[in-house]
T-cell receptor, first 110, second 117 residues
Framework: DAKTTQPNSMESNEEEPVHLPCNHS???????IHWYRQLPSQGPEYVIH???SNVNNRMASLAIAEDRKSSTLILHRATLRDAAVYYC???????????FGTGTRLQVFP | GAGVSQSPSNKVTEKGKDVELRCDPI?????LYWYRQSLGQGLEFLIY????????KSGLPSDRFSAERTGGSVSTLTIQRTQQEDSAVYLC???????????????FGPGTRLTVL
């Protein structure tokens, strides 16, 4: 399985945008990029996913580099509730299995 | 509607005992996944059931771990002869089928916290 590299932790102030980076230099052409997040004491929840084009949904935006070797999850206005561990995951096209890494712990300050 | 449920929420056992952890997926979800999360760590994939296909057991750490899914719904994860390193939160997730261009997100249960003394 291709690997992802994320910073261990990041900080943000409330109502500011947050850019969470993810490197995946060994990504294959058929790997999808997924983001999940895990709020304290809860199971993970889906955030967004994409293949080549940038994606937007009600929670966040996903910006994918042209060479697909990196991507960035964008939270447009961080809230205290966004404090969580954010996981960037590569999923092969032929399976629904997800291999989680260690993620980025996002702290949001009021 | 009801989400993924797991039982028990907490389980304390003695080293060497067997334990069974239960997962009730969302109704109609054909895919079911087990993960475990040790303290302060990320999620470790254990096993994946998809419909009537043979399960993907590639993440099971040893032959002491096994899982069943009866009738395509409820799943039981069994750990035999538990060891202290088995202490973790065991998470179950389910999803509707979807591969390739179609993807259906995984919905996670609250987990079972297993403590092996």
């Amino acid at each position: 399985d291709a690997k992802t590299t994320q910073p261990n932790s990041m900080e943000s102030n409330e109502e500011e945008p947050v850019h969470l980076p993810c490197n995946h230099s060994t990504i294959s052409g058929t790997d999808y990029i997924h983001w999940y997040r895990q709020l304290p004491s809860q199971g993970p929840e889906y955030v967004i996913h994409g293949l080549t084009s940038n994606v937007n949904n009600r929670m966040a935006s996903l910006a994918i580099a042209e060479d697909r070797k990196s991507s960035t999850l964008i939270l447009h206005r961080a809230t205290l509730r966004d404090a969580a561990v954010y996981y960037c995951i590569l999923r092969s096209y032929n399976t629904d299995k997800l291999i989680f890494g260690t993620g980025t712990r996002l702290q949001v300050f009021p | 509607g009801a989400g993924v449920s797991q039982s028990p929420s907490n389980k304390v056992t003695e080293k060497g005992k067997d334990v069974e952890l239960r997962c009730d997926p969302i109704s109609g979800h054909t895919a079911l996944y087990w993960y475990r999360q040790s303290l302060g760590q990320g999620l470790e994939f254990l096993i994946y059931f998809q419909g009537n296909s043979a399960p993907d057991k590639s993440g099971l750490p040893s032959d002491r771990f096994s899982a069943e899914r009866t009738g395509g719904s409820v799943s039981t994860l069994t750990i035999q002869r538990t060891q202290q390193e088995d202490s973790a939160v065991y998470l179950c997730a389910s999803s509707s089928p979807g591969t390739g261009r179609s993807y259906n997100e995984q919905f996670f249960g609250p987990g079972t916290r297993l403590t092996v003394l």
